[in-house]
């Protein structure tokens, strides 16, 4: 497998190099496989998430404008390629960390709309989700209070990883107040309804992805800073490694091609895939349509043919050989307009080649 080579010189090159540092692009090998449209989603939002469970893709949340939750739970079934709307969750919020487990789907934390001005309110709410009798289960709240986390299962234990949360007196976070970024560590036990905290990520951040691998979790992407686009974060192109066995973290791994947030993820072949996400900075608001692979056991990174519309707050989930990728904003947050797509694209893999 090659790796790609930059070459640099003169003063621009010495800081070039110094980008590049830590980032490992591998060439060719998987850059294969196609995208196809799939049945657009119904009710087109931003800020959805996705998990599978039973082969069907199960999709929840959303946002409408001024923060408010939406509360949607959609399913999709691959063999007719239809979906059908299922009763609301038990608690409209957004931005919470969504895992699969024995056919079951883990929804802990996230943010709440208040009953006076609008803001993020963080929530510490844990939930069952089983989508053979569309019902919901209160579960033990979780230690922390936190939204816009990421979660793994590992050994039967669903790991809760990092996200944004208030500082002091504040029930929640907002652009225009202090917040911060942590990385925080929570482990659940489904069996016993239980949870334990464990060593925190190196770098506080939230927005990020994560998925597990060979028995490790490795956490991509994400904001540093707080918790909104528009202002007080930086996106990042850090890549962590967390062994629970050891509960330990690794020295940071090879950097994903493009920073950013807001981002959807599946794994496929012991690779992670990674699509969407946003950025801003003083000149530019924008998405992402990138769509770059991770591999673990090489800790190189490799560009995949790009998302066919560029988007945000997008949901995602790995069933049989496609990554499904789900609606979510084509603008980044703030740019004075709302355009959601209902876009229901998926990567398919193909044999041997990815």
């Given at each position: 497998?090659k790796q790609?080579?930059i070459?640099?010189?003169g003063?621009?090159?010495k ?5 590049l ?8 090998a998987?850059?294969q496989?196609?995208w196809?449209k799939?049945?657009?989603f119904?009710?087109p939002?931003?800020?959805l ?6 082969g069907?893709l199960?999709v929840?949340?959303g946002l409408?404008p001024d ?5 949607l739970v959609y399913e999709y079934d ?9 009763k609301?969750m ?5 931005h919470?960390a969504?895992?699969e487990?024995n056919?079951?789907i883990?929804s802990?934390?996230?943010?709440v709309?208040p009953?006076?001005?609008?803001s993020?309110?963080?929530i510490?709410n844990?939930?069952?989700?089983d989508?053979?009798t569309?019902a919901w289960?209160?579960?033990?709240p979780?230690p922390?209070?936190?939204g816009?986390?990421?979660?793994a299962v590992?050994?039967n234990?669903?790991?809760?990883i990092g996200?944004g949360?208030a500082v002091?007196?504040?029930?929640g976070?907002?652009?225009a107040r202090?917040?911060?970024?942590t990385g925080?560590v929570?482990?659940?036990?489904p069996a016993?309804?239980?949870?334990r905290e ?8 939230n927005?990020?992805?994560a998925?597990?691998?060979n028995g ?7 904001r540093?800073g707080?918790?909104f686009?528009t ?9 962590e ?6 509960d330990?973290?690794g020295?940071p791994?090879?950097k994903m091609?493009?920073a950013?947030s807001?981002?959807a993820?599946?794994v496929y ?6 699509t969407?996400?946003?950025g ?13 692979a991770?591999d673990?056991a090489?800790n190189?990174?490799h560009v ?5 519309v560029?988007?945000?707050?997008l949901?995602g989930?790995?069933i049989g050989?496609?990554?499904?990728i ?10 004075g307009?709302?355009v959601?797509a209902?876009?229901?694209?998926a ?8």
């Amino acid at each position: 497998m090659k790796q790609a080579k930059i070459g640099v010189t003169g003063s621009g090159g010495k800081y070039l190099a110094a980008l590049l540092l830590g980032l490992s692009v591998a060439t060719g090998a998987l850059a294969q496989g196609k995208w196809i449209k799939l049945a657009p989603f119904p009710e087109p939002s931003e800020e959805l998430l996705g998990a599978a469970a039973s082969g069907k893709l199960y999709v929840f949340a959303g946002l409408a404008p001024d923060w408010k939750p939406r509360a949607l739970v959609y399913e999709y079934d691959p063999a007719s390629d239809r979906w059908t709307k299922k009763k609301p969750m038990a608690l409209a919020s957004h931005h919470m960390a969504l895992a699969e487990y024995n056919g079951k789907i883990y929804s802990f934390g996230g943010f709440v709309l208040p009953a006076g001005p609008p803001s993020w309110v963080t929530i510490d709410n844990s939930w069952e989700y089983d989508p053979a009798t569309d019902a919901w289960k209160a579960l033990a709240p979780m230690p922390t209070k936190r939204g816009a986390a990421h979660a793994a299962v590992v050994n039967n234990k669903i790991y809760v990883i990092g996200g944004g949360v208030a500082v002091g007196d504040a029930t929640g976070i907002h652009p225009a107040r202090p917040h911060k970024s942590t990385g925080m560590v929570e482990e659940y036990d489904p069996a016993t309804n239980t949870w334990r905290e464990r060593t925190p990520m190196p770098l506080p951040r939230n927005h990020a992805t994560a998925a597990a691998v060979n028995g490790k979790i490795y956490v991509i992407g994400g904001r540093v800073g707080g918790g909104f686009i528009t202002g007080g974060s930086s996106n990042v192109d850090v890549v962590e490694e967390y062994d629970p066995a050891k509960d330990a973290w690794g020295p940071p791994r090879a950097k994903m091609p493009s920073a950013r947030s807001a981002i959807a993820s599946g794994v496929y072949g012991g690779r992670i895939y990674v699509t969407g996400g946003e950025g801003q900075d003083a000149q530019r608001m924008w998405t992402f349509r990138s769509l770059e692979a991770y591999d673990p056991a090489t800790n190189t990174w490799h560009v995949l043919p790009s998302l066919p519309v560029s988007r945000h707050g997008l949901a995602g989930a790995v069933i049989g050989n496609r990554l499904h990728i789900v609606s979510g904003a084509v603008q980044s947050a703030g740019t004075g307009v709302h355009v959601d797509a209902e876009a229901h694209d998926a990567f398919v893999f193909e044999a041997g080649k990815n």
